[in-house]
């Protein structure tokens, strides 16, 4: 959908909101100052039609958010393993969320050959899911049910690559938190569809379960 906003409205309408909330509660600003305690951590695609709060009725200072293409848990991706021991160890959220959504451009142009630059070497973590997975995906009877399909799998393999980290095991032994939980929203519904809920202490496969912790 096309924009007409200008970069100058974008302005506009924040001190509009801004001025808006405070008539709304007075104290609004003034106790998220204070203190940010979001229960939720959301993994997100940086997609635009894809906004954590909105969909989620969630208000500012109610949800931890970090967003990149295509919704990836990658182990050396410093930005994310940093917004992770953030949010589960000083934070201390109680939930994790992965969110994938049908018609994910990163996902359809990782099942593609074309080079994106880059981009190739994040979307080539899509592609290893893909080969994971490759007799189901390829058992679909066309290309849009394949491209689906890629998706909530991708969903399924990030909250399994959450799991897999010291910082989820080391909260899972010891606090016994956060909850896992795989979701994928519809771009042409507005649907949040729940796919996957991994419980603190989940049986991991053992080569991936750090005893020593
Ligand atoms: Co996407």
Known sequence: MPTTKTIESLLEHNQAWARRRVEEDPQFFKRLLGLQSPKFLWVGCSDSRV???EITGTEPGEIFVHRNVANLVVHTDIN???VLEYAVTQLKVEHVIVCGHYGCGGVLAAMRRNSFGVLNKWLRNIKDVYRLHEADLEACP??????RLLVELNVREQVLNLAKTSILQKAWKYEHRPVLHGWVYGLENGLLKPLVTMQPGHDLHPLYRYEDL
């Open 51 to 53: 906004p954590a709060n």
């Open 80 to 82: 994310l393993l940093s």
């Open 142 to 147: 066309d290309e849009p049910a394949r491209a």
